[in-house]
């Protein structure tokens, strides 16, 4: 009885301890940072000139997050970069519609276009990626939007909703399953590339310090609204570990 009563309270000791090791294993890992891995992609969208300070379609500080991902891009062993890539006269420009105006709207086949200033054509210093940005072990660009009668937001679908940009087949064939992005602007190209990303099938994070927005008639909340309804994570720059 006495030797029965004493394995009884030592498997009580050992299972309270065990218990009490779980979850202080669950607290820190609940707090850990999150360490970036070989099936963990950065996306570092349209992070170009025109897109920065002194640009045609400036994001205000656009510029600013350009130290940052430089930082987030050194903890990442696979980095993609997105360039906007349009034709003159591209059909998002207002110029080419008379009498519209840049950040008005026009029905196009594909639905409500927003109407931008010329921007990013193709060829001008406006498109190259900001000379601050340095990133040699980047492994793919995705120019996307140079296709002159459709506009293209997302890295991975132009703005028609059915033609992709190849992006989530690359992803699949590296076997890259997990997508972090930065970049501009927050409530158009980020977004929708991210929103995109979980339709397609991928986990999706959104490092909101390494972007900056527009925010047009309430966008940036209702960008951030669409994320969060789609399963996009919400992250700062300090919840990784890089």
Known sequence: MRHDRRAFLGMAAAGLAAAMMGRAGRAAAQGAKIK??????????????CFTPGGSLAVKDGDAIVPLINKLAGGFEHVVLTQDWHTPGHVSFASSHA???????????????????????QGTDGANLH????????????????RKDVDSYSAFMEADGKTPTGLAGYLRERKLSRCYFVGLATDFCVAWSALDARKAGFEAAVIEDACRGIDV??????????????????????????
């Open 131 to 146: 000379p601050a940005l340095k990133i040699p072990h980047a492994e793919l660009v995705i120019r996307k939007g140079y």
């Open 217 to 242: 008639g309430g966008s940036l909340g209702k960008a951030w609204a669409d994320m969060q309804g789609a399963g996009v994570k919400r992250l700062q720059s300090s919840d990784l570990a890089v």
């Open 36 to 49: 970036p891995g070989a099936q963990d992609v950065l996306l570092v969208i349209d992070v170009q000139n």
């Open 99 to 121: 009498g519209k105006k840049p950040f008005e709207t026009t029905s196009l086949p594909y639905g409500t276009q927003v109407l931008w200033p010329d921007h990013c054509v």
